[in-house]
């Protein structure tokens, strides 16, 4: 699969024998294929969950009448980030579909006779012109704790697979001690795990948004609106309102302090606490967890007039707004709650001051809540110190590796790190009774990882090998 | 000191099973002359001859021929590999191993069929012999005995500076050159060889051997204009084995059932009960300390020519692991032999110290030694210089095979061997050259590995190298290489093709009749006993899903439709393993096939990279040009490479292909599946 363009529409092409079962899974055709070479409007959706990621235009080019003279489909989809990604990730759920190398698919076309010699010579300058932003793009991330990641990943997965080969290649003549392959084991599994829980925490922040997604959530009377357009109205901050295509949320991307954020304002907590609307309820709590940040806009005036009770109402007006965590400890969801949520205490200019200091106090010393900030959309009095406080959350949050902004080369990253985590279960697999096939596992994870951190030539094992283990013979 | 040999014909060796003499005694004119008589040079000469060439062997003694010089051994892991290989092709040094061997094991019996590591301790004098006699009843051969003074080139054409042609050779001493339209020069570590022992340097590239002429070192060089690097390597002291207090060391048994190298032998000459057992001990503190000692008067060591790192002399070792207990096997030379071969005791201080560093290791503390280690230097050729034909990329006709082209390891240097003979022999019969392709056997991956990359040490195999081991066993070497080395190369006896199609279609079979016997789950394990197996999808699992349990056989299954599956017990072993890789095999195919078709698309040898009409960078051009990859594969291994470089290439090399269809010769690279 490819995807071309950076515009309004993207368009995603999918190329080889699996394409039609791909166009079935990801628009739910079950029965029939599009007529050949037409454009049809579909929903496209999830192959696994069915959610729905976009409405878009899909084609089916049944080979050798297509583009790589193979099997190949499109799909024509608004062209943001958040729904490319989506799909790219739709897509690379299902078996045996994997991101195309770039060039790949003008090497197939060309192979199949599908290509003048013009015209790989004009692709080729746009290949170049694609795999140059790539690599820029790619080079500014390798700098980064993500590329550091990587490569320490990388760099573990050489020395399992080395000292994997030194037992296959020399231990039956040297002194290469059974303990060896014991700790490859635990270094198998421990990057197993590592790789699968970025890749699990990513995947949220990878699915929906273009930067930092910041959810305001709340009552309707708390003047959830009015933040947004407050924030939205600042002129310092870059905003372009995006009507949502998709789903039923208002959004808009800003720069705060340098950072990329996407705002939106869920309309589904508009009701009240015994509302009948619980699928409104339903999605915006969905909408919450998946966020990166909560702002919890509450009205000032409903709070209660003795400060001292402040703190329990607010515990029981955010147990209303935010989702409860499933289980576990009440201590650590707290913790992460507050890690994760700022309290807006808008209408600030209708509460009198001295109750207002008084709560504010309150607040500080009770233990389990979010900062709270009064603030008053109104007069804008208490934005300076709001966005302030925003400003430094966002920017912890940017500066954790997993809240990167997604691009097609995360995608990619994403492809690739799954099929590494795949092919290292093949070595607990084979570890014990054909230690060959157990080290083709950990040689596809370090396949997979190098392409993105670079290829891993055999030397390079060779040399490991040399350097940690005497070689006599 | 040169040892000047007056050219010698033999023709009446005690075991010359078919001496040939008369007419081409005069013989002044060859397809193809080989120069060396060691591993590469007899498999070179042995297969050019198969393939249809005139060809004469020339070596410095006839005696030497098919001599073991450094330690009594055949195969290993990955060693092994190329000797099925080697043996799938038709060589010799497969049989050769099963008619000296002593003592066989497959090494890594329990780290999966891929990576089994058949190997053999030899009889050295068993093995020569047996070379021997295979070179002198090869029809079309010649064997001389001699010293290459000079190799004959023509002069370079004016419309292609620095190209030549090869016309010949000259001997010392030979009134008339010998001519030829290939040579494969196999000359080991005899060019501008010296030997080091302590202090003393001499010229030679084997103890008790004279030294190679110079001659043929200038004209590589200045004639021909190849680049040059030099290496070292070395050998350890021969010890007496009466002297060896035996009951100091642990024993290391071979297996109770040697299984042979080669495809055509079902069993090996020295019977199971027959064979010799091999000595483990290991160094002490003592040992380091000689060799700290006598660092001082040891010249090998302060060179800083490249030696191996996996082959490193006791010196090299205990400096760069110091304070560790190394192990030394004592090896067996041979039935008749008095001799034990100390591996991992490579040494070159001298003789004395050589003494006192083993009588610090107890089992040798009276050890006394029969030939002293020592060291050797030597310039091998860059093989980037060649083609994966193994021909010298500027000059037609002349072949390089062996530790010349900077290897170590004698399966190594017959890989390399066989190739250069069989393409020196097409070459000069006007058939297109061939190459073997890395992802069809570990000679490619050796071959594909020096030309593409050149070297930097001793290139010794090693599983590792190989990306698709798991497609590359021992097992399958015949199926692999037996069909293609029959139908397209040429090197093949029908005998051993017709076995080899017969293996393949049984094979084929066999796997059919698994899949075709199916039976529940739990019939299966009414059948086979108390046996985990995980319940499928429709319920119902077939023969070849059961082999992928551990503790499923051929056999047992075959005592379960005895109809269906044994008119296969044969290949028992052969089936259980396709069972299992047959799908990791599989998954590789893909990545397979795309190496191959961008290995079938040659880059032509002489393109000007930089100044080739197409958008390149000015990086990719320089890279393209000092590089030079033969293949746009190879063109897409080079580190720097741009997808968008190798789309261009693409382009490039096809529409060449199409202008140039009829003219110049190519290296057919022939990659079939």
């Keep these: 699969m490819r995807c071309h363009g950076r515009c309004g529409v993207a368009v995603v092409r999918v190329s080889g024998p699996a394409s039609s079962m791909v166009l079935r899974n990801m628009t739910g055709l079950t029965q029939t294929l599009p007529p050949p070479r037409t454009a049809l409007l579909r929903r496209i959706t999830d192959p696994h969950t069915k959610e729905l990621l976009d409405r878009g235009l899909v084609l089916w080019f049944p080979g050798p009448h297509s583009f790589t003279g193979e099997d190949s489909a499109e799909f024509h989809v608004h062209g943001g980030p958040a729904v490319i990604t989506a799909v790219l990730q739709g897509l690379g759920s299902l078996k045996g579909v994997r991101p195309a190398e770039a060039g790949e698919f003008t090497r197939r076309a060309f192979h199949a006779g599908k290509l003048g010699l013009t015209e790989v010579e004009g692709l080729g300058d746009l290949i170049h012109a694609e795999t140059e932003a790539q690599r820029r793009q790619a080079l500014r991330q390798m700098d980064g704790e993500l590329g550091h990641l990587y490569q320490d990943w990388s760099s573990r997965l050489k020395r399992c697979l080395a000292h994997v080969e030194a037992f296959i290649d020399f231990s039956e003549d040297e002194l290469i001690e059974d303990g060896v392959l014991n700790q490859v084991d635990s270094s198998v599994h421990r990057l197993q795990t590592e790789i699968e829980r970025h890749l699990g925490d990513e995947r949220r922040g990878e699915r929906l948004r273009n930067g930092v997604q910041v959810v305001i959530a709340g009552a309707t009377n708390a003047g959830k609106s009015s933040l947004l357009n407050t924030l939205c109205q600042r002129p310092a901050a870059i905003v372009s309102p995006i009507p949502g295509t998709t789903r039923d949320v208002v959004e808009a991307s800003l720069d705060i302090g340098g950072f990329p954020v996407l705002l939106s304002d869920t309309a589904g907590l508009r009701d009240g606490l015994d509302s009948v609307e619980r699928e409104g309820v339903r999605r915006a709590r969905q909408r919450v967890e998946q966020a990166d940040l909560t702002l919890v806009v509450v009205d000032s005036t409903q709070l209660p007039t003795e400060p001292k009770q402040a703190p329990t109402f607010l515990q029981g007006y955010l147990s209303i707004v935010l989702p409860q965590p499933s289980g576990g400890n009440p201590e650590e969801g707290r913790e992460a709650t507050s890690d994760r949520v700022l309290l807006v205490l808008n209408k600030s200019d209708l509460v009198p001051e001295a109750q207002k200091e008084r709560t504010e106090r309150e607040l500080r010393e009770s233990l389990g809540l979010p900062p709270a900030c009064f603030l008053s959309c109104h007069t804008t009095t208490g934005l300076g110190d709001f966005l302030a406080v925003l400003q430094s959350r966002v920017k912890t949050l940017c500066g954790n590796p997993l809240s990167g902004a997604p691009s097609l080369t995360q995608a990619r990253h994403r492809a690739h790190l799954q099929q590494s985590v795949q092919a290292l279960s093949q070595y607990h697999q084979y570890r014990n009774h054909d230690l060959a096939l157990a080290a083709e596992g950990v040689r596809l994870a370090l396949t997979h990882i190098g392409r993105i951190t670079g290829r891993v030539g055999a030397e390079e094992i060779l040399d490991i090998v040399f350097r940690d283990f005497c070689i006599g013979k | ?673």
């Design chain 2, 1 to 673: 000191m040169l040892a000047r040999k007056l050219p010698l014909i033999l023709h009446n060796l005690p075991w010359s099973v078919s001496s040939r003499a008369g007419s081409d005694l005069a013989r002044r004119h060859y397809d193809v002359i080989v120069v060396g008589g060691g591993h590469a040079g007899t498999e070179a000469a042995a297969a050019a001859a198969r393939v249809g060439a005139e060809t004469l062997l020339i070596t410095q003694k006839i005696a030497t021929i098919g001599a073991l010089s450094c330690n009594p051994s055949l195969g290993g892991v990955g060693k092994g590999h190329l000797v099925r290989e080697l043996d799938a092709l038709d060589g010799l040094c497969g049989r050769a191993g099963d008619w000296a061997g002593v003592h066989f094991s497959i090494l890594n019996r329990s780290k999966g069929p891929a990576v089994w590591g058949p190997r053999a301790q030899l009889d050295r004098e068993r093995y020569r012999q047996f070379i021997q006699s295979e070179l002198l009843s090869t029809p079309r051969l010649t064997v001389l005995e001699g010293s290459v003074e000079e190799l004959l080139v023509s002069q370079s054409n004016p419309n292609e500076p620095g190209h030549h042609r090869v016309t010949g050779i000259c001997l010392v001493n030979g009134s008339q050159p010998i001519l030829s339209s290939s040579v494969v020069l196999t000359t080991g570590t005899f060019l501008s060889g010296s030997l080091f022992m302590g202090q003393t340097t001499t010229p030679g590239g084997r103890i008790g051997d004279a030294p190679s002429c110079s001659g043929l070192s200038h004209t590589l060089r200045e004639t021909l204009g190849l680049r040059v690097g030099r290496l070292k390597t070395g050998t350890p002291p021969r010890i007496v084995k009466e002297s060896v207090e035996l009951s100091l060391v642990q024993i290391q048994t071979p297996d109770k059932e040697p299984t042979p190298f080669s495809f055509l032998n079902t069993h090996t000459h020295c019977k199971p009960e027959e064979q010799l057992p091999c000595y483990l001990t290991h160094t002490t503190p003592g040992v380091e300390r000689v060799v700290r000692e006598s660092l001082h008067l040891n010249c090998h060591i302060q060179q800083d020519s490249k030696g191996p790192r996996y082959c490193p002399s006791i010196e090299s070792r205990v400096l760069r692991f110091p304070g560790r207990q190394h192990q030394v096997w004592l090896e067996p030379e041979g039935l008749t032999s008095d001799l034990l071969y100390p591996q991992g005791l490579t040494m070159t201080m001298p003789p004395d110290l050589q003494l006192r560093l083993l009588r610090e290791i107890p089992a040798l503390h009276r050890a006394e030694i029969r030939t002293p280690g020592y060291g050797v230097h030597y310039d091998f050729v860059c093989p980037t210089q060649l083609n994966p034909s193994l021909q010298v990329k500027s000059t037609q006709g002349l072949f390089l095979a062996g530790q010349i082209n900077g290897t170590t390891g004698y399966e190594e240097a017959a890989a390399q061997g066989l190739w250069a003979g069989v393409n020196a022999a097409r070459a000069a019969l006007s058939l297109p050259l061939l190459a073997l392709c890395r992802t069809q056997s570990y000679i490619g991956v050796l071959i594909d590995d020096l030309v593409g990359r050149g070297v930097t040490e001793p290139y010794r195999m090693f599983t590792s190298r190989a990306e698709f081991r798991t497609s590359l066993r021992p097992d399958n070497a015949d199926i692999r290489l037996t069909p293609r080395g029959f139908e397209e190369v040429g090197c093949v006896s029908l005998r051993r093709y017709k076995e080899a199609v017969r293996v393949r279609d049984s094979l084929q079979e066999g796997l059919a009749a698994l899949k075709s016997v199916t039976l529940s789950s739990t019939r299966w394990r009414e059948k086979l006993g108390n046996i985990s197996l995980s319940e499928s999808r429709n319920g119902s699992l077939n023969g070849l899903d059961l082999l992928q349990y551990k503790d499923v056989s051929f056999e047992m299954l075959a005592a379960i439709f005895p109809e269906h599956l044994s008119p296969y017990l044969e290949f028992s072993q052969r089936l259980n393993i396709e069972a299992v890789y047959r799908p990791h095999c599989e998954k590789q195919s893909r990545e397979i096939e795309r190496v191959q078709e961008e290995e079938s698309l040659s880059l032509p040898p002489d393109m000007d990279y930089l100044s080739l009409p197409t958008s390149l960078s000015s990086e990719v051009r320089e890279l393209l040009d000092r590089v030079r990859p033969n293949t746009l594969g190879a063109a897409t291994r080079i580190p720097g490479m741009t997808p968008a470089a190798i789309v261009h290439l693409l382009h490039y090399v096809l529409r060449t292909a199409q202008r140039n269809q009829h003219t110049g010769q190519r290296v057919k690279a022939a990659c079939k599946p």
